[in-house]
């Protein structure tokens, strides 16, 4: 008798929808899959225009402001209602808050990035806050909302004008992205943003130390004992033969594979037998 009753208890709730708010199972879709309290069959979406519609307070938004977003139109009991980057659903973005106990964020990909209803009473419209993403790439966010009537009529796509991050939080952005800063930075002292040398640093382009430092020619030639070096920078002259230097452009010996004792084991072979 137990079981029996959790089963029908069970039954009643599947039928009645869901009053206190749509599941995060609804969240890809974001349809409430009502089924027919006779029948049992699966309620699918209205087609054709929607009498309801999503309002904005502003048509772009800077991070750390609330932008106000209506749902109005007929009397409705229920709703789920996210934004979108580049208008897709499955991009929810920002995060949602209510100033009433009518509605309550909802985690679908992250914290708060979708909003649903609390009960199943009557409403003519609802206004909720929304806080757009401090950074984000996408070109403009719309919102998408489902709103259902009642048992058995929902309407879904319902879609609010575009919107675009504020040109003035878009410059800030720009000016403090950490690429960029991290690339201004490291640049001018020959290393990249990961820390390793660039190509200038080897002594194909600029010198090690930025613009102020002269660059190490690859073909000058070493100053001991097998002539006269060139200087830092100076080339070579025409139709002379050029003497390999004998260390890097950094002033570290070089090493010869060939010579090394430790990459060459007939060496060591010959060292050992005398």
Known sequence: ??????????????????????????CFFMIPRHT?????????????????????????????????????????????????????KDWPTGQWYTENDAARPMFCSGKNDAITHTNSRWKDSITLLWYGPTHSTADMIQFIATVVTNRTTYWTEIRSPRITMDNAAQEAQAEFNPLTAAMSSFGSSGLDPWGYPTTDAWGWGGGLGGKGSSRMSMNSRSGGSGGEGAGAGEAAPAGEGVTPSSRNPWGNARMNMFRSNFFNPFSLFWRRRK
């Not at 008798?1 to 039954?11: D, H, K, R, S, Y």
């Not at 402001?65 to 409705?76: E, M, N, Q, Y």
Request: with cysteine; proline share 10%.
């Open 36 to 88: 027919h309290p006779q029948s049992g069959r699966p309620i699918f979406k209205q087609a054709g225009g929607t009498p309801y519609n999503i309002t904005l307070s502003s048509l772009t938004y800077t991070p750390n402001r609330p932008l106000r977003v209506t749902i109005s139109g007929a009397p409705f009991k229920g709703f789920l209602i996210v934004a979108g980057e580049e208008g897709s």
């Open 1 to 26: 008798m137990c079981f029996v009753g959790l089963f029908i208890l069970f039954l009643v709730k599947s039928t009645e929808g869901y009053p206190d708010g749509a599941p995060e199972r609804a």
